[in-house]
């Protein structure tokens, strides 16, 4: 069975790297105090990637968390720019039986959760809708995990994660997006979920 821990696949601009940007590590150690094991490692180029990849294939984690520059048409990684398809193409093989997140603007896209859905056994995606600040990123998604697993140190059922998402929209006041396994056509239900007053 698969490992509750996260792995974590970060890339950003070469601005980003120099200060105290890095998301990744700072989910890291939040996982950590958390009582977890995440993994994380700092990329810049498809063929890292790619490589990485096989990293979380032996590590059997069940999620993986992106946190990159993005927008709707794909991601941004440090030297290179992956189209939905490409990062489809990069991350399908890897993928079954796993809950992606993304800390990237406008991501992920109906576009990159159709191709997802139709070809593997991922069980969701989830990601801010529109752009959103570094710091109001870094703090949701570490009350993100921490919420989950203290809700659950073993899993993340749909239900929780649903509830989780809806609260910490509502706090941050940001829209997130969040598209998980159907068995109809368009192979996946999107759940766009807005903040409440």
């Not at 094991?37 to 790619?50: D, G, H, V």
């Not at 191709?115 to 056994?121: G, I, L, S």
């Amino acid at each position: 069975m698969a490992a509750p821990d996260v792995f974590i696949i970060e890339s950003l601009r070469f601005e980003d790297e120099s200060g105290d940007r890095l998301e990744g590590k700072t989910l890291s150690n939040i996982l950590r105090l958390a009582g977890k094991n995440p993994a994380c490692y700092y990329i810049r180029t498809k063929l890292e990637l790619s490589k990485i990849l096989h990293i979380f294939d032996n590590s059997d984690y069940r999620y993986l968390h992106f946190s990159f520059h993005g927008g709707s048409d794909g991601l941004d990684l440090t030297l290179e720019t992956l189209t939905n398809r490409e990062l489809y193409n990069i991350i399908s093989p890897h993928i079954d039986k796993k809950r992606i997140f993304f800390s990237s603007c406008e991501y992920p896209s109906a576009e990159l959760a159709s191709h997802v859905f139709k070809n593997t056994d991922a069980y969701s995606l989830a990601g801010p809708t529109g752009k959103i600040r570094f710091d109001k990123s870094a703090a949701m998604w570490a009350a993100f995990y921490v919420a989950m697993f203290s809700k659950d140190p073993n899993k993340m059922q749909h239900s929780v994660l649903f509830k989780t998402l809806r609260k910490l929209s509502g706090l941050f006041d940001e829209e997130l997006s969040y598209y998980r396994r159907n068995t109809k056509k368009p192979h996946f239900r999107k759940h766009s979920i807005t903040p409440v007053d």
